[in-house]
């Protein structure tokens, strides 16, 4: 199982400025790959970073805020008609219908274009292949969002994905073995729905993860300074820290048993 950056950065500023890409990230095991929170340019990064991008065969969407789904409709083209995938689509429910103020982000021709479409939800559990999914509702500004764990038979992965922090989110997370977190804020700036550093380490000592990677970077994160982040956090956890950038494929070269 390998997970590939094609962007680490998220927010508004960053995304608008590009200070870091928002192509969200692809996840490959054994038998498929699929595409996780598709930010404005994941087309082009897919294509640039990645070996095949026509293996992908799937999209995942936390949620409905743009540097999420921006570029699902594109993703789900190229599965489908580039690629002459069959073309599964996981999504929150304000991504496939809209929820309150935000409009839904993939239409219903995008949508029929997919094989099947699967609403992801507070304890809905998918298959994609050799991957099972599960989801929780997060605390974000899209009620809908969900968090995730990939599961193969190799390793399981979770996604703390754009939420405030809460007790009750974290032991959802439990006997993950990696765990991804989407952690827009350096230390000290918490902030009610995003996740900011100084909530990394409850979230690690609840899962026991060996590694944590922290990605979705938002403007302040990036002005702090990744490596004295870094530093900051490598002091309060014992598991293993990695600060995603953009490209990087996970675990290197190596398998994730290497870790
Ligand atoms: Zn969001």
Sequence with gaps: MELHFLGTGGGRYVTGMQKRKTG???MKSDETQIHIDPGP???VNSHEILDSPEDTEAVLVS?????????AQPIIEMIVEAYNNAGVLLANRTVLEG???????VSDYHQGLCGSVETMKEDSTHEIKDIEIKCQEMFHSDPKTVGFTLETDEKKIGFWTDTE??????????????LVVYCSRPEGASTSSHTALDEVPDIVEASEADTVILTHFGSKFLDEGVESQKEWIEDKIDAKVVMAEDGM???????LDAF
């Design 165 to 178: 922090y809460s007790d009750e989110l974290v032991d959802f997370y439990k006997d993950c073995d990696t």
């Design 24 to 26: 969200g990230i692809v």
């Design 99 to 105: 929820f309150a103020d935000i409009e839904k982000s």
């Design 249 to 255: 494929k996970f675990p290197g070269n190596r398998t």
């Design 63 to 71: 949620h409905g805020h743009g540097d999420h789904s921006n570029d």
């Design 41 to 43: 340019g994941a087309l």
